[in-house]
């Protein structure tokens, strides 16, 4: 089934069309990234496209699709629900595949999931059916194997609710991951605003040597470029080792980017992801592709001069890359497998691996399975007993299906792995861990994308690694993070020693998918009457009420809520696991508001000094406290504050808890965003030294809102508890428009002001 070919005919006769303009303005070579992003770009916004400044100039632009999964999708909707439209103005999905536990299998878990989530699902149904949204059931897939199989094309724009959106770069997509205002904006007919990114080239030469697989090249890439190294930027990959790769390989690259805080990664158009179009009955849209390959390449000029043409360059040559193991509690700590025993012992993490886990939006494909069952089925053959638990999390209904016709799923219950459901699973923390000791010191190794500390079981000992799903079975096999599968023989029931050979995959089935129902319900224009309900007392879903605009006043007395210390990704702002739960209900998830992170004065985490009392207490109690007062509060944070999934819930708890302020080191794109979106103001040090100025008990203001405007930095003043004072500056990146969405209290009252005229 093709989903929107008309769609995807206009993207591309409109491209065409476009970059008929665009060549006459900008006279000169152009890359992947730009050929994209210029075609989406507002018509008024062309004649001046030679202008813009990457990393700068904010543009907007108007995506082709918007996807959502069920977790972010609630309160997207709800926000939606409040614009004032009648139906989405772009084509736009919602994918049940966050909030199914992992616990007995996939036949029991998706029973309980569609029982305990029953009133999310049933929203998430009719609004999508109102509002002309297609849905995916629980159990149909991972939101971005989905997307993978059913929607990407080259030359697209889809904007997602989920940072892993950027999965679809790997078939040639610009794929981008943003909050849920974001895709509002876009779901209304309204321009969608992007700081124009630069674009890092990345060079791939040779080819993968056995054992190395195409995670490795995002692994390295990790370490090289570090979780914020990508930051408004596109990671463009070229070169002919870019084009031994399979467009599944691609996507998982492009996947992790996420965790080098890319904007979104890209591969140009070449016959694999003419093949996997092919393969998953998409003939169509890929003779469509042929006709417009010209705007699906980099131009030659780029190619043969790449330093004239990107803002930097990164050369890995496939053929010296070895496989990589990432962590623990970080994706860009990355060390070759050759190192990492030496390295593992050193640190003293635990060696023995308690849990192996491969699968998750990342890593689900059919090629990753094959590889990992030809290894199982190797430990079969070699009468090796497997010493670690393994969960495998297929991506889909496709590869689940074809992956237990083709015996790869029975080759992995053969050595006592777990099949679970088609869902995110553990790789969000949604499993029940058998740990009877939930603070023990451990090691568990996935082929997921992150690893921050408590986010795969809530417990701050566990090691969390990353590798490809080979690797990851191999270990699993073996017991020990030490082990290299490379050079290492291990020791049979029998006593005997034996080694694990290569692995050996296909990317393609030989007897092609099953292509099955996936359990989707299209739009139906029939359904727009129908009434979406609440119930008051729910407590998983709310009806969002508007955020009060801001009252024409500079910010005086600010309370100290939190002097967060160290990393603060969206897990400590806002965790996930259990939380999740509540993600269609403000009130009721702004309790979990920063429980994860460090209180800079005590070291401990949610535990904050209430001004009012003295006393230490859970940060979301002491924001209420300060909210019932009627006192507002600031954040104060380091660097790359945000870090990790798009969840906007990490903006707006603080905004629904009286929180005015963020002032960090530095921010993740996408949380950024998020911030200004909801109404907050999120500012920068002039000078990082300055955070060292700020004592707990201080009551800080910020001077120049009255002024607010582009460019201008505010001046922030301290009042410490013994009367001192001191005063600095504070930037921000607020441009005319987003200045107007904080005046109006977010960008959503804008909308809704605009619809109502």
């Not at 979780?227 to 031994?244: D, I, R, S």
């Not at 030496?342 to 003293?348: C, D, I, Q, T, Y």
């Not at 296909?506 to 319900?521: L, Q, R, S, T, Y």
């Not at 129908?530 to 407590?539: A, G, R, T």
Request: proline share 4%; charged share 20%; glycine share 8%.
């Amino acid at each position: 089934m093709i989903h929107d070919f008309d769609t995807i005919q206009k993207t591309f006769v409109t491209a065409q069309q476009k970059m008929k303009r665009i060549r006459a303005c900008t006279k000169r070579p152009l890359t992947l990234t730009e050929k994209i992003l210029f075609t989406h770009l507002d018509d008024s916004e062309i004649p001046q496209v030679d202008t813009i400044v990457r990393g700068k100039d904010y543009c907007n632009f108007y995506p082709d699709r918007v996807a959502m999964q069920d977790a972010t999708a609630q309160m997207a909707l709800l926000q939606f629900m409040n614009a004032g439209k009648q139906r989405v103005a772009v084509p736009s999905s919602v994918h049940c595949d966050h909030l199914i536990i992992a616990e007995q299998g996939e036949v029991a878990d998706l029973a309980t999931a569609n029982d305990k989530n029953a009133e999310v699902y049933n929203f998430l149904s009719s609004v999508s059916q109102k509002y002309g949204i297609g849905f995916w059931k629980p159990g149909s897939g991972i939101i971005h194997q989905i997307i993978l199989e059913n929607y990407a094309y080259p030359g697209g724009m889809i904007i997602g609710t989920d940072s892993h959106t950027v999965n679809g770069g790997g078939l040639g997509m610009i794929a981008i991951g943003v909050g849920g205002a974001d895709a509002c904006d876009v779901m209304s007919g309204m321009a969608w605003e992007l700081k124009m990114p630069k674009i890092i080239g990345v060079k791939l030469t040779g080819t993968c040597n056995p054992w190395v697989a195409p995670k490795d090249v995002i692994l390295k890439l990790a370490g090289i470029l570090t979780v914020k190294g990508a930051t408004n930027a596109v990671l463009e990959y070229f070169g002919e080792g870019a084009q031994t790769l399979s467009c599944t390989g691609k996507a998982t690259i492009c996947n992790m980017g996420a965790e080098v805080g890319a904007t979104t990664s890209i591969f140009a158009y070449d016959q694999s992801m003419k093949e996997y179009l092919h393969h998953t009955g998409r003939k169509a849209v890929a003779d469509l592709v042929e006709t417009y390959s010209e705007i699906l390449q980099a131009d030659d000029e780029v190619l043969q001069n790449p330093h004239s043409y990107y803002d930097s360059i990164i050369e890995i040559n496939l053929s010296e890359l070895e496989p990589y193991i990432n962590g623990p509690f970080t994706p860009d700590l990355a060390t070759p497998i050759s190192k990492f025993a030496e390295v593992a012992r050193k640190e003293k993490w635990p060696l023995e691996l308690k849990v192996g886990l491969i699968g998750s939006c990342t890593n689900s494909s059919y090629e990753d399975l094959t590889k990992a069952a030809s290894l199982a089925r190797q430990a079969q053959e070699l009468e090796l007993d497997i010493q670690s638990e393994f969960l495998i999390s297929p991506g889909s209904v496709m590869i689940k299906k074809t992956a237990k016709r083709d015996g790869l799923l029975a080759a992995f219950e053969a050595i006592g792995g777990k099949v679970l459901a088609n869902a995110c699973g553990p790789c969000i923390g949604q499993w029940n861990r058998e740990n009877p000791e939930p603070e023990l010191k451990n090691s568990i190794i996935t082929s997921f994308n992150r690893n921050f500390a408590k986010r795969a079981d809530g417990n701050p000992n566990t090691y969390s690694f990353v590798a490809s799903p080979e690797i990851v079975t191999a270990l699993t096999i073996a017991g020990r993070i030490d082990f290299n599968p490379i050079t290492d023989s291990l020791i049979n029931k029998h006593g005997k020693q034996v080694k694990l050979q290569a692995p050996q995959g296909n990317v393609i089935p030989e007897k092609g998918f099953e292509m099955v129902d996936a359990g989707f319900i299209a739009p139906d224009d029939k359904n727009a009457h129908i009434e979406i309900l609440i119930n008051p007392q729910s407590e998983r879903l709310q009806i969002l009420q508007p955020f009060a605009p801001w009252n024409g006043k500079d910010f005086i007395g600010l309370q100290l809520l939190l002097k967060a210390q160290g990393k603060c990704t969206t897990d400590h702002i806002s965790m996930a696991g259990p939380w999740l739960r509540y993600r269609g209900h403000l009130e009721n998830i702004s309790d979990n508001l920063l429980m994860g992170a460090v209180n800079a004065f005590n070291g401990q985490t949610n535990s904050v000094c209430n001004a009012l009392t003295g006393l230490y207490d859970k940060v979301s109690s002491v924001a209420k406290a300060y909210k019932q007062k009627g006192l507002a509060s600031i954040v104060v944070a380091e660097e790359n504050y945000g870090e990790g999934s798009s969840r906007e819930h990490a903006a707006m708890e603080p905004r629904f808890l009286g929180v005015k302020v963020i002032l960090a080191k530095s921010f993740a794109r996408i949380h950024e965003t998020n911030l200004k979106k909801q109404g907050m103001l999120a500012l920068t040090f002039v000078n990082t030294a300055d955070y060292d100025l700020i004592l707990e008990g201080d009551i800080i203001s910020v001077i120049g809102l009255t002024s607010f405007s582009e460019g201008k930095n505010l001046i922030i003043e301290l009042i410490h508890k013994d009367g001192s004072k001191h005063s600095f500056e504070a930037k921000h990146t607020y441009n005319s428009v987003q200045i107007e969405w904080f005046k109006a209290g977010s960008a959503l009252n804008l909308i809704a002001k605009e619809s109502n005229k």
